[in-house]
């Protein structure tokens, strides 16, 4: 990371050099001895040949180094920001203002260049009682502000390497639990990953560092929900602790809005339903603003979901956008905005423009000047009518997720060969068309599809070898309009994710070939059992939501065999004629950890042999008939005994209106 830092800062210099050829010629030295500088450091050593102490301490000079860095980069954003548009005399001023603090940066840059040398050279004295260390930790391991028990999660923490230690202060930052897409396209436009190979994908790259925390144990996937990540408490305390500490990612952080350091790069504000006050955005050079709504408690009325939020309630933040030159992330997810400036497309820098859940009635046009954007995330209930045809200029853009409703989207979206993740998007004619030129599509999910569409659709999807998400939704799922099955069809080699929702004649037998599959979702299909019992043979499933999939009054033993579902662990039911499952056999379904009914109104009996389904560590039913509830009791209910092992138990009673446990 800190590698590919130099580089795009060594790049920049130049571009400025160059730019600034009639500037002072002390700034003209400045800026080359910084260049020259860097350059002596070279290159970064790899993280796999260190030992451990030699690996905690090159993270520690790199976090200083990095830190170094990014002073740098503020004082060039404050020497174009305060120059340029002004008079000469101001301009001299701030000329000598900036070389005297490139002055001080190149000297701590030569201490960082001397320090590096002498730690190749030979260990410190804290290195060598580090090489005769046991699992024992000494008291410089303690250092959490007194908390000794968190003192193997400290140490464990320290011996991220850095990239890991970036990648879980940035999750450490929001409130609440984030979706693993939403984090990784974060984390792409934050820069927040390590230098890799040219060629590598930048979603891969996040994706391991991802799955090596959740790994180490440091993040969780929240049961039920393997899209949804949040840090492991203990961790998440230390990284509190460390930002109180003053310890940064690759950009300073800060979340309290009324007190904006001079240096902060990273700024989350959280609105609490009335109108945020900031100090003046001025001047800042802040690369990343985040806009987080608390919506627990009923802080924040339900209607500002429907309406949007008053305009004056940010309107400090709004107006703020006219200076934020370099901004580069600009998240609003959540927070129902009903519009944004026109001076949106003058965010040139842009990378990531989140605008889940808004209730916008237009984009700007403008928004086609944003030819450094990568995310385009206008997913909700309630938003424009149709993407602006500038959208159609975004080459850069990776990820376009547009909303539930039926938005226009403009011809040419074959253009946007960059695409990775396109979701959302409706069928028009000529619109399949286009999608053979996305050949890079990793994530596509396309509504209105109908059995006309087949042969067509089949050919464009066969062309994204490298498609690893699939959605198709008919247009009416209660209605005899059928899915096309896309027969013949070969399935892209690593799909993961199948969502099919919609009326099927029978299962797709190419569904059952697919060996990669981790999470299936069936809706509106209408299948006889035997159709989806043959499910249970698929190698790696993990998730399955069966939603109305299979209208069956009583679900037997053979929908899953002693064998069947070697690795599920979540199993979602949605069913109106669903009245009993009759039996479990003993050794079915070794790793369900989740079994949720949701809106089984009619189900009468939970299956025999569920309590030798040891693993389930969650049982959910929304709603819970009277009788199910008078027999699950725990006190006195006769078929209490099948669910008295599970942990967590949430019902929703019919009879009650409201929430118990048994």
């Known amino acids: ?360 009635d237009e984009i700007s046009e403008s928004i086609g000047n944003l030819q450094n954007l990568q995310t385009l995330d206008i997913r909700g209930h309630r938003l424009p009518r149709g993407l602006p045809s500038g959208v159609l200029n975004l080459l850069q853009l990776r990820h376009l997720m547009l909303p539930m409703n039926k938005i226009k989207v403009p011809s040419g979206i074959g253009i946007l060969t960059n695409l990775q993740s396109l979701t959302g998007l409706f069928l028009r004619p000529g619109i399949i068309e286009e999608l053979r030129s996305l050949t890079k599509l990793r994530k596509l999910e396309l509504k209105d599809v109908s059995e006309e569409h087949g042969s067509e659709l089949s050919a464009s999807i066969m062309k994204m070898r490298g498609l690893l998400s699939l959605s198709l939704r008919a247009t009416f799922l209660d209605k005899d309009e059928l899915l096309p099955t896309l027969e013949p069809f070969s399935p892209p080699p690593f799909i993961r994710k199948l969502c099919l929702s919609g009326r099927l004649v029978d299962l797709p037998d190419w569904v059952c070939s697919m060996e990669s599959l981790t999470k299936l979702s069936l809706g509106f299909s209408f299948l006889p059992e035997e159709a989806v019992s043959v499910l249970q043979d698929l190698p790696n499933l993990k998730h399955l939501i069966l939603s109305r999939a299979c209208e069956v009054k009583v679900i037997t033993k053979e929908f899953c065999r002693v064998g069947g579902f070697p690795k599920l662990e979540v199993l979602i039911i949605a069913s109106r004629t669903l009245l009993e499952w009759t039996e479990i056999e003993e050794g079915a379904l070794p790793c369900l950890a989740l079994l949720r009914f949701h809106n089984c109104l009619r189900l009468m009996n939970l299956p025999e042999g569920l309590q030798y389904v040891t693993t389930l560590k969650v049982l959910e039913m929304i709603p819970l008939h009277p009788d199910l509830e008078r027999r699950l009791k725990h006190d006195g209910g006769k078929e209490n005994y099948k669910i008295k092992h599970i942990p967590k138990k949430q019902f929703f009673s019919s009879s009650l209106r409201k929430w118990i446990e048994i």
């Not at 500088?37 to 050593?45: A, D, N, T």
């Not at 007194?146 to 140490?155: D, V």
């Not at 693993?180 to 390590?194: D, H, Y």
């Not at 009335?274 to 603003?289: E, V």
Request: one cysteine or more.
């Open 1 to 360: 990371m800190a590698e590919a830092l130099v580089k795009s800062f060594l790049q920049r210099l130049s571009s400025l050099i160059l730019e600034e050829s009639e500037a002072s010629t002390d700034l003209q030295d400045q800026f080359q001895r910084l260049k020259n500088r860097l350059e002596e450091i070279g290159s970064f050593p790899g993280e796999s040949g260190r030992r451990k102490h030699e690996d905690r301490l090159f993270c520690g000079w790199t976090s200083d180094f990095v830190e170094t860095l990014h002073d740098a980069d503020n004082c060039i954003n404050q020497y174009v920001t305060k120059t340029r548009n002004r008079d000469g005399s101001d301009q001299a001023q701030t000329i000598v203002q900036i070389c005297n603090e490139l002055e001080k940066i190149d000297a701590r840059l030569a201490e960082s260049s001397c320090r590096r040398s002498q730690l190749k050279m030979t260990p410190t004295s804290e290195a060598k009682e580090e090489i005769g260390e046991s699992s024992s930790t000494t008291t410089d391991d303690v250092d959490v502000e007194g908390e000794e028990s968190l003192a193997p999660f400290e140490l464990k923490y320290r011996n991220l390497p850095s990239y890991l230690r970036s990648c879980l202060l940035y999750c450490s930052l929001f409130p609440e639990k984030i979706s693993r897409g939403r984090l990784v396209r974060l984390l792409v436009a934050e820069g927040i990953l390590q230098e890799r190979p040219a060629g590598e994908v930048m979603e891969d790259i996040a994706e391991e560092n991802i799955n090596e925390l959740v790994g180490q144990g440091i993040l969780r996937i929240v049961i039920g929900f393997e899209d949804e990540l949040e840090v492991v408490d203990p961790y998440h305390r230390i990284c509190i602790l460390k930002r109180q500490q003053g310890e940064g990612i690759t950009r300073y952080l800060v979340s309290d809005s009324t007190n904006f350091p001079e240096s902060s790069h990273l700024i989350f504000i959280q609105y609490h339903g009335d109108t945020i006050t900031t100090t003046s955005f001025n001047d800042h050079p802040i690369g990343s603003l985040h806009v987080i709504p608390d919506y627990s408690q009923g802080l924040i009325p339900s209607e500002y979901w429907y309406e949007g939020i008053p305009d004056d309630h940010w309107a400090c933040v709004r107006s703020a956008l006219y200076t934020l030159t370099f901004l580069q992330v600009l998240d609003l997810e959540n927070l129902c905005i009903k519009s944004l400036p026109e001076e949106i497309g003058d965010l040139i820098h842009l990378r990531y423009l989140g605008l889940k859940h808004s209730v916008l």
